[in-house]
Structure formats: C-alpha cells, structure tokens
Nanobody
Framework: QVLLVESGGGLVQAGGSLMLSCVAS????????MAWFRQAPGKEREFVAA????????VYSNFVKGRATISRDVAKNTMYLHMNNLQPEDTAVYFC???????????????????WGQGTQVTVSS
C-alpha cells in the first residue's frame, strides 16, 4: 500500500517562503516520477512541479517558475517543494503524487499519477 503524507503548509505573509515535504511509504520510490499539484477553493486541481526518477528531469508550471524548487531525497523517500515570494494567489491545498511508471518522465497531467496524498493547506495573507 503506497501512502503519501504531505507536511509543511501553513499561514505565511505575502513575499514569504515555505518548504513542503512529501514522505512516501509502502516501498521504495526512487525509480518513479513524483509531482506537486494544488487546488484552490472552487478551482480545478492544477500542476505545480514534477521531478523524474533521474532528479534532473524537472518541470515547473509557468506560475511558479523562478519561485519554486522541487527536489527529492531518494534515500528518505521524500520529495520537497521550496517556494519563495509567495502571493495570495498561491493559497491552495498542495498535494503530492507519484507515478508508478518505472523510469518515467515527469508529467503535468493529473491522470499520470496513481497515488495522492491528503494535501497540506498553504494560506498566503496580503
């Protein structure tokens, strides 16, 4: 059973930064792509960033490019998302997800990901 647990969300002022973490359990996941998505109230879930098994395969959405860094620690089965210069429009629940395609590429599509965490709330005040 694959389990993903996010942490690190919270309330931050505009211009601040956060580091989100996603710990995966139920196996070893170094061979699989992982990603962050977010969902604001009343909106669809949208892609934020993804990282391939090779770690150098990084994809970012346009709205976080230059403000976010995705990384992973394979030994710890953990993925991270560091975001700076946060703005009120970044307020959302942030989800991590894993694609169980061995040596797969980082995808921006929700349909590519088989398992999802419960999410962590990020709230940015103006």
């Amino acid at each position: 059973q694959v389990l993903l647990v996010e942490s690190g969300g919270g309330l931050v002022q505009a211009g601040g930064s956060l580091m989100l973490s996603c710990v995966a359990s139920g196996g070893t996941f170094g061979r699989y792509p992982m990603a962050w998505f977010r969902q604001a109230p009343g909106k669809e879930r949208e892609f934020v960033a993804a990282i391939s098994w090779a770690k150098n395969g990084l994809v970012y959405s346009n709205f976080v490019k230059g403000r976010a860094t995705i990384s992973r620690d394979v030994a710890k089965n953990t993925m991270y998302l560091h975001m700076n210069n946060l703005q009120p429009e970044d307020t959302a629940v942030y989800f991590c997800a894993i694609d169980l395609t061995v040596f797969g590429a980082a995808s921006q599509s929700t349909g590519a990901y088989a398992y999802w965490g419960q999410g962590t709330q990020v709230t940015v005040s103006s």
